[in-house]
């Protein structure tokens, strides 16, 4: 499976960023996509995850600021970011969950925002 996220950048506090992550190739059907971040010298944690059927979770640090959706069609997930602050600044991954257990991880694209 293919996981290309995109839309990562710099910004400055209060702004928005919309992060993009595109799954293709996979044998078998999407049941899940999440996106995580990960701090240097932290462990990588969960912001966000959406089943196919459209029910969303929220990591408690994001609820109200972050929006996850999800384009079944296009097998396309997308967070919208609003409100940022410095300490959303990580490299945030793409998670993509199929059928049989297959897991799928991008590359990471970097989010910085500045004070």
């Known amino acids: 499976v293919q996981v290309v996220e995109s839309g990562g950048g710099s910004v400055q506090a209060g702004g928005s960023l919309r992060l993009s992550c595109a799954a293709s190739?996979?044998?078998?059907?999407?049941?899940?996509m999440g996106w995580y971040r990960q701090d240097p010298g932290k462990q990588r944690e969960m912001v966000a995850l959406i089943l196919n059927n459209g029910r969303t979770n929220y990591a408690e640090n994001v609820r109200g600021r972050f929006t996850i959706s999800l384009d079944n069609a296009k097998s396309t997930m997308y967070l919208l970011m609003n409100d940022l602050k410095p300490e959303d600044t990580a490299v945030y991954y793409c998670?993509?969950?199929?059928?049989?257990?297959?897991?799928?991880w991008g590359q990471g694209t970097q989010v910085t925002v500045s004070s």
């Open positions: 190739g996979s044998p078998f059907g999407i049941n899940a």
């Open positions: 998670k993509v969950n199929s059928d049989r257990d297959l897991i799928s």
